[in-house]
C-alpha cells in the first residue's frame, strides 16, 4: 500500500484563536510539488497542530505522539501551540514540524520500525521551508 510521507492537520480552538496560526497553517496546506506516495517508507506520519482558542485548548504543550494506527500504517504527532506566536507563525511551525519529524524518528527506531531518519518526511518540510508564500 503506497503511503503519503507526511500529512498535516489541524484542530482549531474555535473563537478567539490567534489567527497568525490560522493564516500560517494555511500557507502549509496542500502537497509540495515533486513529493508522490511512496512504497518504501516505513509509516506515513501525520502532524496535528492544536490551536488554542477560546472553545477549545490543548492540555499538554510542546510535542508529543499521539497514536500509530497500524491498519494505516500511520503514525500521529500532536503539537500543542501556544496562545500567540513568538514571530513569524510560518516559521515557528516549521520548527515545530522539524521537532515532530525528530520524536516520530525516536518513536520508530525505538518500535524497530525505523533504522535511520523519515528522509521521505524530512524533504517535504524541506520543500515547505523553500516554498514560503
Do not use: C
Not at 489567527?19 to 502532524?47: E, H, M, Q
Not at 516520530?104 to 524497530?112: N, S, V
Amino acid at each position: 500500500m503506497p503511503l503519503t510521507p507526511l500529512s498535516l492537520k489541524s484542530i482549531i480552538g474555535g473563537g478567539l484563536e490567534d489567527k497568525r496560526w490560522t493564516s500560517a497553517l494555511d500557507s502549509l496546506r496542500g502537497t509540495p510539488s515533486g513529493i508522490d506516495t511512496l512504497s518504501d517508507i516505513p509509516f506515513n506520519l501525520t502532524v496535528t497542530f492544536l490551536v488554542p482558542g477560546e472553545t477549545y485548548g490543548p492540555k499538554f504543550s510542546g510535542v508529543r505522539v499521539g497514536s500509530f494506527l497500524e491498519g494505516f500504517r500511520s503514525l500521529v504527532v500532536q503539537v500543542a501551540l501556544p496562545r500567540h506566536p513568538e514571530g513569524d507563525a510560518r516559521a515557528e511551525l516549521l520548527d515545530l514540524l522539524d521537532e515532530a519529524i525528530t520524536r516520530a524518528e525516536g518513536w520508530g527506531k525505538r518500535k524497530k520500525l525505523l533504522s535511520g531518519p523519515l528522509e521521505a518526511a524530512r524533504r517535504v518540510a524541506s520543500n515547505l521551508r523553500e516554498n514560503s508564500f
